[in-house]
């Protein structure tokens, strides 16, 4: 009996062991099953990016392709284009010439002066193309000037805007806060026109057209998906029209020279845009869609140094003459005020501290114009320095430079006989101004 419990507790030991036994084994195998499948999962995932991954380079690669032939076929074109225009210009201007000899040696008879104005007005005609062609082909004329875009596109489309329809809107967004670019005004007017031109002839009836300009920021991202883009900060000329759009294949040949949809059109208006906007660093997009109508970008770089005035001479009403001695102790303060002087025209002479100026002064005083004083010298005190200085050579002019107002130790001293008071910063225009007043013996305080 005693044997039979005990091999039945056993036997019931043994079953729960295996039961535990095979529980365990059981969550093993639904453990590994899991993880298998979340494996499988997971590389199914991968693979599947990766073929994405493989797809998106694909797609890259080739539309890279595409552009890179594009850009081969209008380099040759292009090449070509040049090529004929310069030796047409030749010819067309013998011809010209030759046709104006003949008039003043022909007599005036009414039938020569009728066939040789049709020659003219002919070659005059074949000039303009060419005109065209070399704009396409980057060789035209350059003479780039520093313009705001949107001024001169308002100035611009009153002459443009006669050639349209009475039945076309013109809208316009020209802000005035927007960076200047560098461009040649003649080729701009024919930018302008070409694409306004083909704004209008894209309206049948009634339409619209919007001329804005706005300031972009091209960003990497951008330039990705346009490779003719740069990054960086451009002018963005924007020209919209609701006229009947154009399908792909006109897209993609907009830019050909002599490519044309119209009966009487010759196909070399955007070829010259094309040329132009390139020989200006920027590029064109254009978007359109069939019976929607077209949005034509023109994006230009922003003028790096916006000033107007940049490399060119000072006006004759700043420029000075003269030696001026800067006592200055500000290594920073000393280079901006040497070059300002300089740009005026004056010759500088330069003093870290009291001492070195006042040896300066007893040296070469009669050389010296007017002196600048910075008033916060590390050796001496500003006033120390102006009265020895007038001790040394009484008549010499002194202004004082302070970043401090003139209260204080600085009217202490043009009470004392200093001839005048520049606060820091100051301007070029008041340095200038400042130093005339006081080399000009007028009254001077401030
Ligand atoms: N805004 C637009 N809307 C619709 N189609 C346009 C537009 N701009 C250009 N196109 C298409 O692009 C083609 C080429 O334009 P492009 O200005 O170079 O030549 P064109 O206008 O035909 O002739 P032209 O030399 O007189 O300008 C046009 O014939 C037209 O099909
Ligand atoms: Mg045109």
Redesign the pocket.
């Known amino acids: 009996m005693a044997e039979e419990i005990l091999s039945l507790e056993e036997k019931c030991a043994a079953l729960k062991r295996m039961l535990r036994e095979s529980k365990e084994e059981t969550d093993y195998y639904k453990r590994i099953a899991e993880e298998t499948g979340k494996r499988r999962v997971r590389d199914i995932h991968e693979l599947s990016r990766l073929i994405s991954v493989q797809k998106t380079a694909q797609e890259e690669r080739a539309k890279l392709e595409v552009k890179l032939r594009d850009a081969k076929k209008m380099e040759a074109i292009a090449t070509l284009a040049g090529g004929i225009a310069h030796e047409f210009n030749n010819a067309l201007f013998t011809l010209f010439g030759s046709i104006e000899l003949m008039q003043m040696d022909l007599p005036d008879q009414d039938i020569v002066k009728k066939y040789t104005e049709t020659m003219k007005k002919s070659t005059h005609r074949m000039a303009n193309l060419t005109d ?1 062609l070399l704009a396409y082909a980057q060789g035209g004329k350059y003479q780039a000037k520093i313009i705001p875009l949107s001024d001169y596109v308002e100035e611009t489309l009153p002459f443009l805007t006669p050639m349209m329809g009475q039945s076309i809107r013109i809208e316009t967004d020209l802000p005035r806060h927007i960076p200047n670019i560098m461009a040649d005004l003649t080729q701009m007017q024919l930018v302008l026109s ?2 306004l ?3 209008s ?2 309206i049948e009836g009634e339409g619209r057209i919007r001329v804005s300009v706005k300031e972009d920021n091209i960003d990497e991202h951008y330039v990705k998906e346009n490779p003719d883009a740069r990054a960086g900060r451009f002018v963005c000329l924007k ?1 919209e ?1 609701d ?4 399908d792909i294949e ?2 993609q ?5 002599f ?4 009966f ?10 094309y040329g132009i906007i390139r020989n200006h660093d920027g590029w064109i997009t ?1 978007d ?1 869609r069939l019976g929607k ?2 949005t ?1 970008r023109i994006y230009i770089p922003v003028v790096q140094h916006q000033s107007r005035k940049s490399g060119s001479p000072i006006s004759e009403a700043l420029a000075g003459r003269g030696t001026i001695l800067v006592i200055e102790d500000e290594e920073s303060v000393m280079d901006v005020a040497r070059q300002m002087l300089q740009k005026l025209g004056y010759h500088v002479l330069e003093s870290t501290t009291g001492r070195e100026a006042i040896n300066v002064i007893e040296s070469s005083a009669s050389d010296i114009s007017a002196v600048l004083l910075d008033i916060g010298l590390p050796d001496m005190e500003g006033s120390n320095v102006f009265s020895i200085i007038t001790k040394v050579h009484p008549e010499m002019k002194v202004i004082v430079c302070s970043g401090y107002s003139i209260e204080g130790p600085v009217q202490k001293i043009l009470d004392a006989g200093a001839h005048g008071f520049l606060q820091k910063p100051f301007s070029f225009t008041t340095l200038s101004e400042k130093l005339k007043e006081v080399l000009e013996d007028k009254q001077a305080f401030n």
């Open positions: 065209k070409a694409v031109t083909n704004a002839e894209a020209v029209d006229g009947k759009g154009m006109t897209q040949r907009i830019f050909e020279p490519f044309t949809t119209k009487q059109g010759r196909g070399l208006g955007m070829a010259a845009v254009v359109s109508g077209t034509v």
